[in-house]
């Protein structure tokens, strides 16, 4: 079934407002989302599909919410979602052409390494950088590219991956890496809508759903990044998110091998 009607629709506004309040503040938005829209009724190809549309709306809002706050400049932005902007494309046509199963192995393998790296990369997300941000090497924009084609195929914590490569690559603070991440977002999810549409794999009912309640939650979520020592809240959050993702996911996959 890929129809929703009634109450189904209240919970997908609901859902998209906390995921468009977690994709700008921190990370993981589509764990609300995708199981939500699979709960609902959309078949896990649809629900995958589906779930940019909102992400888009939340990205929308969120850079403009940064753009305000004066954290974006346009050419080092586009110097850096460039990258995964086109690694997108890569991994939306995959979504298109992998088994549920295998999707369902690679997340949860993906859930663990971005838990592994936002506990050992900590320091680094609290502290101001001492030097300034700087431009994207060959191997930095590799892997950006890379987070993008992960970003393209399933969405699922690319947020996070993107907030450590910002990071950990370019020099950048907390704050200005969620705005690049909002701009990065923004053309991944457009990218990835283009190709899922041109697969028939969209529902546009639940669709605007998620969009209405992104735009509320990027709204919120913009406006906490930007309060003082929103780092370390920030990074809780993230730390929060991602831990309660794995615990759920690894007792997902043990229950179902029982």
């Not at 994709?23 to 199981?35: F, I, Q, Y």
């Not at 592994?116 to 900590?122: N, P, S, T, W």
Request: with cysteine; aromatic share 8%.
């Amino acid at each position: 079934m890929n129809e929703i009607t009634g109450m189904e629709i209240a919970w997908v506004l609901l859902g998209g407002v906390l995921s468009g309040f977690l994709n700008t503040l921190a990370s993981s938005g589509s764990a609300v989302t995708l199981p939500l829209l699979v709960f609902v009724g959309l078949s896990p190809s649809v629900a995958n599909a589906t779930n940019r549309i909102g992400i888009v709306m939340g990205a929308v809002t969120s850079t403009a919410m940064f753009y305000k706050e004066g954290l974006l400049k346009l050419k080092p932005v586009l110097r850096a979602c460039v990258w995964p902007w086109a690694g997108a494309f890569l991994g939306a046509e995959a979504a298109t052409r992998v088994s549920d199963r295998a999707t369902e192995l690679t997340i949860l393998v993906a859930v663990l390494l971005a838990f592994i790296l936002v506990i050992f990369g900590a320091k680094r997300f609290l502290k101001t950088p001492t030097e300034p941000p700087k431009h994207p090497s060959l191997r930095d924009g590799l892997i950006l590219f890379v987070v993008g084609v992960w970003a393209g195929y399933i969405v699922l914590d690319s947020a996070t991956y993107l907030l450590l490569a910002l990071v950990l690559c370019l020099n950048l603070d907390l704050k200005h890496a969620n705005a690049y991440k909002a701009v990065s977002l923004l053309g991944i999810a457009l990218i990835s809508i283009i190709v899922f549409q041109s697969h028939h794999q969209l529902n546009l009912t639940a669709g605007v759903m998620l969009a209405v309640g992104n735009v509320v939650g990027a709204w919120a979520g913009a406006k906490c990044a930007v309060l003082p020592h929103a780092e370390k809240w920030v990074y809780r959050l993230l730390v929060f998110i991602v831990s309660a993702e794995l615990l759920k996911m690894i007792h997902d996959f043990v229950w179902m091998k029982l």
